[in-house]
């Protein structure tokens, strides 16, 4: 079973602070993502990269950023958080073709005040 | 841009009920569809994956169809429970990026 695992269920940061979002996934998938999920809003991604040092903006880049050292970490940075950031975070991974299906972690609820 | 869209946004049934959920899609040319379910606070759960050669998907209570040719896939959860109170979502795959519905909210009372 695939098994996609992000550090932190909940976390509280003050306004001002970087923030590292964690996500790991144990099957040598290629495809990693990131969303951020809003009542009302939907799941809307942020980054995703398809391989190693490789990324792609989503549909809501502006304030974060990412890095992929590794391939089974993918890493979700808020540069200088603020409390519009205030989210549920959500790491999805996927195989190497668009036949793949997508895992996703338990997600991280991220306050920020 | 493919558009995906759930109705009903919410619904609320007795227990034992027999249900459909739909989701339907603007662009046909999918490779594949999946259904989630999400309880509140937590990540989502793949139930269902749907290949764009397939027709329908099984599992327990579970059957998921999909006709590409209209756009729309369902998801029919049989003797429904309590315990099947979620936000299930689908989403279409097109291309390395799935495309997300905003989930019907389902509620099953006793």
């Known amino acids: 079973d695939v098994k996609v695992t992000q550090s932190s269920r909940y976390l509280v940061k003050r306004t001002g602070e970087k923030v590292f979002l964690e996500c790991v996934q144990d099957?040598?998938?290629?495809?990693m993502f990131w969303y951020r999920q809003d009542p009302g809003l939907g799941l809307r991604l942020i980054y995703f990269?398809?391989?190693?040092?490789?990324?792609e903006k989503g549909d809501i880049p502006e304030g974060y950023s990412v890095s992929r050292e590794k391939k089974e970490r993918f890493s979700l940075i808020l540069e200088s958080a603020s409390t519009n950031q205030t989210s549920m975070y959500l790491c999805?991974?996927?195989?190497?073709?668009?036949?793949?299906?997508?895992?996703f972690g338990n997600g991280t609820r991220l306050t920020v005040t | 841009k493919q558009e995906v869209t759930q109705i009903p946004a919410a619904l609320s049934v007795p227990e034992g009920e027999n249900l459909v959920l739909n989701c339907s899609f603007t662009?046909?040319?999918?490779?594949?569809l999946q259904w989630f379910r999400q309880d509140p606070g937590k990540g989502l759960t793949s139930l269902l994956l749907?290949?764009?050669?397939?027709r329908e998907q099984t599992s327990g209570r579970l059957n998921a169809s999909l006709d590409k040719s209209s756009g729309r896939s369902t998801l029919y959860i049989a003797a429904s429970q309590p315990g099947d109170s979620a936000t299930y979502l689908c989403?279409?795959?097109?291309?390395?990026?799935?495309?997300f519905g905003r989930g019907t909210s389902l509620i099953v009372h006793p």
């Open positions: 749907i290949q764009s050669s397939q």
């Open positions: 099957m040598d998938h290629e495809n």
């Open positions: 990269s398809y391989d190693v040092k490789m990324k």
């Open positions: 989403a279409s795959r097109g291309s390395y990026i799935p495309t």
């Open positions: 999805a991974s996927s195989g190497d073709t668009e036949y793949s299906p997508l895992h």
């Open positions: 662009d046909s040319a999918i490779y594949n």
